[in-house]
């Protein structure tokens, strides 16, 4: 069962029983996985019974973007309710104060939608992945140099896949967690032009179903997801 971490004057972290949060590969499982579902403005037992559903469908990682009613609250009790199910993280960091509180609250990775070089850091001495927001080739570059694993490209919505094919091509080490625009129609064409990996709001986390308590309808639209990202492959 996962512990609340708690910080010192220094800012380090150690969970309340004294030991250290183990680190964990999340850009590797990222990778693999190639679906963040992103929940924002989602609160108790609503949010808990559509992060359930979408984890029966087969989502492993699920992001709870910081400027969520009670998030740190919604990070804590999900770590302890999905644990060995899916992995939490904390969205919507846009500095240290923050990924603090995230990394407090339980969060195993960060995603920003801006570049702050101060949270990759912070984040990386303590074991956390950051995949920042990030949109030119200038700050691809400053955020892989400055450590993050993966970048999230965004916004995507009026740029479209020629837009991951055009960075790709001097920029091709760097794995691209596609945000923004991408829905089922097309997903293949993101994936096709070079993105890794795709952050999913409204398009998976569907606010229809939510507020009409239609989980099992939010539970297969997750699998059908699930099964076109695991079978895309490049042509």
């Avoid at 559509?50 to 400027?67: C, D, F, H, Q, W």
């Avoid at 952050?199 to 639209?221: F, M, N, P, Q, T």
Wanted: proline content about 3%; cysteine-free; hydrophobic content about 40%.
């Amino acid at each position: 069962m996962s512990k609340r971490l708690q910080s010192d004057d220094q800012g380090n972290f150690s969970e309340s029983n004294g030991s250290q949060e183990p680190a964990q590969d999340m850009t590797s499982l990222l990778l693999k996985e190639r679906i963040v579902a992103i929940f924002r403005g989602y609160t108790g037992d609503q949010a808990d019974a559509s992060a359930e559903a979408l984890i029966r469908g087969g989502v492993k990682l699920v992001e709870v973007t910081m400027n969520t009613d009670g998030a740190r609250d919604i990070l804590y009790r999900w770590r302890e309710r999905f644990e060995g199910r899916a992995w939490i993280g904390a969205g919507t960091v846009l500095d240290v104060d923050m990924a603090k509180l995230a990394i407090e609250s339980g969060a195993q990775y960060l995603i920003s939608p801006n570049l702050d070089e101060n949270v990759i850091s912070y984040a990386g001495e303590l074991g956390i992945d950051v995949w920042p927001g990030v949109l030119t080739p200038t700050e691809m570059v400053r955020a892989w140099k400055a450590g993050a694993k993966a970048l999230k490209l965004f916004p995507l919505g009026a740029l479209g896949p020629e837009y991951i094919r055009e960075v790709r091509g001097p920029l091709s080490h760097i794995p691209i967690l596609a945000t923004g625009g991408v829905d089922l129609s097309n997903v293949d064409a993101y994936w096709q032009a070079g993105a890794s990996a795709f952050g999913l709001g409204s398009k998976l986390v569907r606010a229809d179903w939510i507020k009409a308590g239609e989980y099992d309808k939010l539970e297969e639209h997750a699998r059908h997801w699930v099964r076109k990202v695991n079978g895309l492959s490049r042509s």
